[in-house]
């Protein structure tokens, strides 16, 4: 949970430090600059968020109906797909969205860690901006704002689907 507790400003330089020289975990390769570097960044940024929504899913689990399953002779593969997954999964998918969105809008690691070649949008909308383009920055901004509304549909829907099956 570290990474929830940290500013980003501070992984970001970090970051930078450490993948700044040749070392064994980047396969002898300098990660600053490279497409490479933002998804680690938004990866170590995000995935606490990403475990805490799927601890609290699988600890909300009703294990007895596990038990019930194999107790009636299924293999634990077909208890997984068919009683634990259709459980979990709109909180797993809710949190993913979450995440998703989240790093969408990231700023200020973005504004650290980017590149030439892997502009994220919210320094695009930024850089539009310092430009006089404002007509440019809006439509990013409304791109942005189009995406995280689809991605919150699709969860809106997989949720709907799976309350409509057990009424």
């Not at 980003?8 to 980047?26: H, Q």
Request: contains cysteine; neutral net charge.
């Amino acid at each position: 949970m570290l990474p929830l507790a940290m500013p980003v400003s501070t992984i970001a330089i970090n970051l930078i430090n450490s993948f700044n020289v040749n070392n064994i975990f980047t396969f002898n390769h300098i990660l600053i600059g490279t497409y490479w570097i933002l998804p680690i960044a938004y990866i170590i940024t995000s995935l606490p968020l990403l475990m805490r929504t799927n601890i609290i899913a699988f600890e909300s689990l009703n294990t007895t109906l596990e038990h019930a399953s194999r107790s009636l002779g299924a293999t634990p593969i077909f208890t997984f797909i068919r009683v634990t997954a259709p459980i979990v999964s709109p909180t797993i998918i809710s949190g993913g969205a979450l995440v998703f969105i989240r790093t969408l809008g990231e700023y200020t690691m973005s504004a650290l860690l980017y590149g030439v070649h892997n502009r994220p949008i919210s320094i695009a909308m930024v850089n539009a901006m310092q430009e006089y383009d404002i007509g440019l920055s809006m439509a990013y901004g409304v791109m942005t704002i189009l995406i995280c509304f689809l991605a919150m549909t699709l969860i809106l829907n997989l949720d709907k689907g799976k309350y409509a099956k057990e009424a």
